[in-house]
């Protein structure tokens, strides 16, 4: 019986699906390597239309009057994008370049959002196969293919900061939380479909909550 049992172990240890945990830097390359591939894709016109005249606003005229209804960080990094072309003396208009430099913060996101799942999994000890779902779903979903670099849209950037803020919750830390949670808002509002998981665990983390709020003894 001894000897079945350790014949089983040694082949769960050896099967590459169950044993083999690849290291944060191959994710990395891919994850980029694809995000670059796809950026040639064409794109939404509107989009692309909208972050060139919105850009174009800031190159002329500055936050003064800015037409744009959307959370105020990712327009200061509009402006970086405005500042860049004038410095650079290169017309702004929609093309290859503006979409390149308007995704540089989601490529970033996606990267950063890697290298929290991979701390996550390094810390809880989870399993190989847990292991190359979680890292192949983020490193691999074709939806953030679509809405990133082909369709040039911004909607993955919410979500380092949204990683964070439930990482920190989930250790007992929510009001450390707060702050990157803040932070998703203001870069999209659509952070708001986050706030369901964030009461799920401020729920679980309510007696911790709640003694943390109680004043030190004396």
Not at 107 to 134: D, K, P, S
Not at 143 to 170: E, H, K, R, T
Request: aromatic share 12%; glycine share 6%; hydrophobic share 55%.
């Amino acid at each position: 019986m001894g000897g079945s049992r350790r014949c089983a172990h040694e082949r769960f240890d050896t099967d590459p699906w169950t044993s083999r945990r690849l290291p944060l830097g191959p994710w990395l390359f891919v994850a980029m390597a694809l995000n670059l591939a796809a950026l040639p894709a064409c794109s939404l016109v509107s989009d692309m239309a909208c972050w060139a005249g919105w850009a174009t606003h800031l190159q002329t005229y500055g936050y003064a009057n800015y037409p744009a209804n959307y959370p105020p960080i990712y327009i200061h990094w509009l402006w970086v994008v405005a500042k860049f072309f004038s410095f650079f003396k290169i017309p702004l208009a929609s093309g290859p370049l503006l979409k390149l430099l308007v995704l540089t913060p989601v490529f970033a996101a996606h990267l950063g959002l890697l290298a929290i799942l991979h701390r996550i999994l390094l810390r809880t000890g989870a399993e190989a196969r847990h292991w190359v779902l979680v890292m192949g779903a983020a490193a691999l979903n074709p939806a953030i293919y679509m809405n990133g670099p082909v369709w040039g849209q911004v909607d993955l950037l919410f979500s380092l900061p949204v990683a964070l803020a439930l990482a920190a919750c989930s250790r007992g830390s929510c009001c450390v939380g707060c702050s990157p949670a803040a932070i998703a808002f203001l870069l999209k509002f659509q952070a708001v479909a986050a706030v369901p998981a964030f009461l799920g665990l401020l729920w679980i983390r309510r007696k911790e909550i709640a003694w943390g709020l109680l004043p030190p003894c004396s």
